[in-house]
């Protein structure tokens, strides 16, 4: 499947198209001799100039987030979005694009699903991508910036997928096939709240849900929309793992999340998600 991604992909320095050169290294090349190497991890990074101001989620933080979700803690959300794509990836030359793939267990479960359907991956976060890369061998994991114009073809995927993850629209809109689908997954007011309470993270606000829709009136219709909970018992070095893995990992080292949590051993809370799903294009009014 990954000559059909690579076919979608667009040099990020002349917007030339890719070939995969496959001899002493991997490597994506572009006819005006632009070249990028595959890390011995089999992820490339596209990233060129001054990089991103982005802020890269840590290698400590992305182990937390490969052993909590290894464990299928989140296995009910993978299902889910897995469903909302299936239908759009049931022929040969589909292609699905995960912006902010991370450690690349939503993709993989979507690719389960959707034998037939090729991959792109996309994060700013290498250590993310070093294990999304061994775990969806088959897609073209990227280190890019979700805020930068895409490295990819017009109208090239079928579907968007974005798990708490930046948002782009109007680069969603553009690399979206007509009648193409964007799947969206943020999380509802009162997610993790008990853990939330002990551990320094931040709460969601309210509105969110209709933040999200305003972003993206102009670019898509909504079309679907449900909300998913999920309820945990965590024990031990789970509680910190979560609470670790996420933005709160960003501001606190896991040595003062461990001190906030107050030696907790075990902890009842609820994960509480909005799935969204959109058609590109607006409203007919």
């Not at 937390?64 to 022929?91: M, N, S, W």
């Not at 792109?120 to 114009?149: H, M, Q, T, Y």
Request: net charge negative; aromatic share 6%.
């Amino acid at each position: 499947m990954l000559p059909d991604a690579v076919a979608a992909l667009r040099c990020p320095v002349c917007s030339g198209t890719f070939v995969l050169d496959h001899q002493a290294q991997l490597t994506l090349k572009c006819p005006t001799g632009h070249a990028f190497d595959a890390a011995k991890q089999g992820y490339f990074n596209l990233l060129t100039g001054k990089g991103t101001v982005f802020e890269s989620d840590s290698a400590q933080m992305v182990a937390a987030r490969q052993k909590f979700l290894d464990a299928g803690r989140y296995a009910p959300l993978e299902e889910a979005v897995a469903r909302l794509a299936r239908d759009f990836l049931d022929r040969p030359g589909s292609l699905v694009l995960d912006a902010g793939t991370g450690t690349g267990h939503y993709l993989r479960t979507v690719l389960n699903a959707s034998p037939k359907a090729a991959a792109i991956g996309l994060d700013i976060s290498k250590f993310a991508l070093r294990r999304a890369a061994r775990l969806n061998p088959e897609a073209a994991n990227l280190v890019w910036d979700l805020w930068r114009p895409l490295p990819m073809a017009d109208d090239a995927v079928d579907v968007v997928m974005v798990v708490f993850a930046p948002r782009n629209p109007a680069e969603f809109a553009r690399v979206l096939r007509p009648g193409g689908t964007l799947i969206v997954v943020t999380p509802q007011p009162g997610h993790l709240a008990e853990l939330a309470s002990l551990g320094g993270m931040l709460r969601i606000e309210e509105g969110k849900a209709e933040r999200l829709a305003a972003t993206m009136s102009g670019y898509f219709t909504e079309v679907v929309e449900h909300t998913l909970d999920v309820p945990l018992v965590l024990s031990g070095s789970e509680i910190t793992d979560l609470a670790y893995m996420g933005p709160a990992g960003h501001h606190l080292r896991r040595e003062e999340i461990d001190v906030l949590l107050h030696g907790r051993a075990t902890l009842a809370t609820t994960a509480k998600f909005q799935l969204s799903a959109f058609t590109s294009g607006p409203p007919v009014s």
